[in-house]
Each structure stands twice: as structure tokens, then as C-alpha cells.
């Protein structure tokens, strides 16, 4: 399942990066199907954020990948 939400990523990333952003893949729980990535850029800052998460992301990967359930964004550790 990781590698089928890799190249979900890779398709869904140009549409991401022309608006400013990023997506950081963080986990895959191939148990829960649940998905963890880290908005970025833009994105991360976005009042909108949300709603590309669940309206965009999410959608295309439920609808690509047999077994996600949900996508969350996680926020990036402190260096």
C-alpha cells in the first residue's frame, strides 16, 4: 500500500507545488488505512489546507488506493 501512496503523491504533488506547497508522506497504517503527511510551504499555512486535505487528497487516494481510509495531516517535529 506504501508504494501506491508514494505514487499517488507524485501525481498529486505538481498540483501542490504550482499554489506554493508541498506534501511530506510521514506513515502508511496499513492496518487502519490510515495515511499521515505533512502539508508544507503555502499549504501548510492555508486556511484552506483542510479542505484540500479531505476534499482533494483524501478523495484521490480513497478513490486510488484500495484500503485508505482517511488521510491526516500531522505537523512537522521542531528541528
Not at 507524485?10 to 498540483?15: C, G, K, L, Q
Not at 487502519?32 to 483524501?58: F, R, Y
Amino acid at each position: 500500500m506504501r508504494q501506491q501512496v508514494e505514487e499517488t503523491i507524485e501525481v498529486i504533488r505538481p498540483a501542490l507545488q504550482a499554489d506554493g506547497g508541498d506534501i511530506i508522506l510521514r506513515d502508511v497504517d496499513e492496518v487502519t488505512g490510515v495515511v499521515s503527511v505533512t502539508l508544507i510551504g503555502a499549504c501548510g499555512t492555508c486556511p484552506a489546507s483542510s479542505n484540500t486535505l479531505k476534499a482533494g487528497i483524501e478523495r484521490i487516494m480513497r478513490d486510488r488506493i484500495d484500503g485508505v481510509t482517511e488521510v491526516v495531516n500531522v505537523d512537522l517535529e521542531p528541528a
